[in-house]
């Protein structure tokens, strides 16, 4: 029985002594095996649709940035850029045009409303001259017809005379001499009558003449008239071709964008790796017929890992940013990796999840929570980069 009671003394002491080193050894340290390895995953996708024509990549292989990743058949998009490179060039001819219009324009008009003032001016002037020579015909008409009726009461009075003296005559009361004067008379008052209504005939042409040149300076002050109406509008007229010139001009920008976006969509007629890493997950094939958006393959950046380690909110008292950190990798039988604490999440990752737990329903249980912590390696110990994404690692974090 004594020899019982010391060997439990003996375990007892020994198990004392062996809890309270690992309690010294570990004091000051917090470690989780809830850590795996993370990196970028960069999806790689098409800008466009169409057909691949070739993959010069495998699977898992090696890609520095600008690497062939994947080519589409170019064809479609060569004929879209050299249509919008036409469209420009016409578009770009059009604008010329329209600008070179503008001072044109703007000249033409000021001189056109000099010119139809000028114009209205000397419509007035004709029509003044016209008024004039109808008002001289019409008082001429007036002077040749009293003219006409003084000469054709003469003519009568002459008629009477010779009437008389013919009678006379021949009861030999007057004689011959007298006779033939007063026929003489006659003769030559009808010359008169004759004449007086010639120049009344003229004086009517002339009316008619100077009222048809009064009409045709009405007509002219009417067609000046409105040539200056037209002329007035020029800055209307200066203002629409500007407005032609600035849409044109509005033309040639949107024909630059269609070229531009013509040119962007050939040059993504080869998709390149937009990061130096390792090509995974590919499912690209030459024949392949692609959309836009479709993902290719995805280039992982393995230079660029860290470690992210879900401890325990419990073990968060004592962890601070930049303290170090010693990483035990599963897959390579414990090695053993450095780094130091970086960053510590903003919430636990429960609350990242698709349905968030809700305490305010009744049912809470309290769980203890995790909170992602990132954990960056010190430089130069994976020139191999063996690290993978996913990996299972082990940290422990050294919070004194």
Same mark, same amino acid.
Request: hydrophobic share 45%; proline share 4%.
């Given at each position: ?16 002594? @062996? ?46 940035? @600008? ?44 001189? @056109? ?288």
């Amino acid at each position: 029985m004594t020899g019982r009671i010391r060997i439990l003394i003996a375990v007892a002491i020994v198990a004392a002594l @062996g809890v309270g080193a690992w309690f010294y050894l570990t004091r000051g340290q917090e470690s989780t095996d809830d850590a795996q390895v993370d990196a970028h995953v960069t999806p790689v996708a098409a800008r466009i649709g169409g057909t691949v024509l070739r993959v010069p990549v495998a699977d898992n292989q090696a890609v520095d940035a @600008g690497t062939v990743l994947v080519e589409i058949d170019p064809r479609e998009y060569q004929i879209a850029l050299d249509r919008a490179r036409a469209e420009l060039a016409n578009a770009e001819a059009e604008a010329l045009a329209a600008n070179a219009n503008v001072p044109i324009t703007a000249t033409s008009t000021s001189s @056109g409303v000099s010119t139809a003032r000028s114009g209205i001016e000397q419509a007035q002037a004709f029509a003044d001259e016209a008024q004039h020579n109808l008002d001289a015909a019409e008082a001429r008409l007036t002077s040749v017809r009293a003219k006409v009726s003084g000469e054709e009461a003469a003519a009568a009075r002459d008629e009477r005379d010779v009437a008389r003296l013919k009678g006379l005559l021949a009861k030999d009361e007057v004689s011959q001499q007298q006779y033939d004067a007063a026929v003489a008379q006659l003769e030559s008052s009808r010359a008169d009558v004759a004449v007086a209504r010639s120049q009344v005939r003229e004086a009517e042409v002339a009316i008619q003449v100077a009222r048809s040149r009064l009409a045709q300076s009405k007509v002219a002050q009417q067609v000046a008239s409105a040539g200056l109406r037209t002329a007035e509008t020029a800055p209307e007229q200066v203002a629409a071709i500007r407005a032609r010139a600035q849409s044109s001009a509005a033309r040639v920008k949107q024909a630059q964008a269609a070229v531009g976006r013509a040119e962007l969509d050939l040059e993504h007629a080869v998709v390149k790796a937009p990061i130096k890493g390792v090509v995974s997950r590919k499912s690209a094939e030459a024949g392949q017929v692609i959309q836009p958006g479709q993902p290719l393959m995805t280039v992982i950046p393995l230079e660029q890992v860290w470690i992210t380690a879900n401890f325990k909110e419990t073990q968060l008292a004592d962890m601070r940013v930049g303290q170090a950190v010693s990483i035990e990798v599963d897959a390579y039988d414990g090695r053993e990796f450095r780094g130091k604490v970086e960053s510590i999440a903003a919430a636990t990752g429960s609350r990242f999840s698709l349905l968030p737990p809700e305490n305010a329903t009744g049912n809470f249980v309290k769980v203890v929570q995790r909170v992602p912590v990132k954990i960056v390696l010190e430089g130069g110990q994976d020139p191999e980069h063996l690290l993978r994404p996913g990996m299972s690692v082990t940290p422990t974090v050294r919070t004194r």
